[in-house]
């Protein structure tokens, strides 16, 4: 089935720098890669998600990519805030389905003052 | 988006028993999905949830462990049954608005703990 790799597991950067978090999958008819940000104890929330029609999107300080060839998709924040602080996962569609997702192993963020 | 609920939001159980999670959503929703998130780690797919026939689950997973309804496009349960501490974990409901690609959007969570 579908496999998500996810790097770097935790991530460290100083308050106003960017932090980048990749992820690479298997199935080359992915056609949907969302991202989402868990705060401790809290549920997953959406925070973007792109299509395989589009390249890149971005929402203020949240960008993601998308490298069909290569088969990866990067989470970028700019400007970062320590708000920012959260574990993020990536996700694809789980092989021949268009609705079941599965998820990267997650990359734990700390922005520090 | 939807506001999605879960109830109970925690329990302690002793092992040998069986919890009842409920996933309530304020309205209707073409998908409904059931994870399993254990400490420390990522999201992993049990079960889609699916009105008026049986559920269909993802490898290692099975029916008798894990029971789901949904009567209806606005609720759904998950049962763990004959609970072990190894199933000490939270569990997630997620709902899709539409079928196809689309984003998935998750209730608060249930954190079980088992003794």
């Known amino acids: 089935g579908e496999n998500v790799e996810q790097h770097p597991s935790t991530l460290s950067v100083q308050e106003g720098d960017s932090a980048v978090i990749k992820c690479t999958y298997s199935?080359?008819?992915?056609?949907?890669f969302p991202w989402y940000k868990q705060e401790l104890g809290k549920r997953p929330q959406l925070i973007i998600d792109?299509?395989?029609?589009?390249g890149e999107k971005k929402d203020q300080r949240i960008a993601v990519t998308l490298n069909k060839t290569a088969k990866h998709f990067s989470l970028h924040i700019t400007e970062t805030q320590p708000e920012d602080s959260a574990v993020y996962f990536c996700?694809?569609?789980?092989?021949?389905?268009?609705?079941?997702?599965?998820f990267g192993t997650g990359t734990r963020l700390q922005v520090t003052l | 988006s939807a506001v999605i609920s879960q109830k109970p939001s925690r329990d302690i159980c002793q092992r040998g028993t069986s919890l009842t999670i409920q996933c309530q959503v304020d309205?209707?929703?073409?998908?409904m999905f059931w994870y399993r998130q254990q400490p420390g780690q990522s999201l992993t797919l049990i079960a889609t949830?699916?009105?008026?026939?049986?559920?269909?689950?993802e490898s290692g997973f099975v029916i008798d462990k894990f029971p789901i309804s949904r009567p209806n496009l606005t609720f759904s349960t998950l049962t763990v049954s004959n609970m072990s501490p190894e199933d000490s974990s939270i569990y997630l409901c997620?709902?899709?608005?539409?079928?196809?690609?689309?984003?998935?959007?998750f209730g608060p969570g249930t954190r079980l703990t088992v003794l």
């Open positions: 997620s709902v899709a608005l539409a079928g196809g690609p689309n984003e998935q959007f």
């Open positions: 199935d080359s008819a992915s056609n949907y």
């Open positions: 792109i299509r395989s029609n589009v």
């Open positions: 996700a694809a569609p789980l092989t021949g389905t268009a609705s079941k997702l599965t």
């Open positions: 309205s209707q929703v073409t998908m």
């Open positions: 949830a699916n009105q008026g026939s049986e559920a269909t689950y």
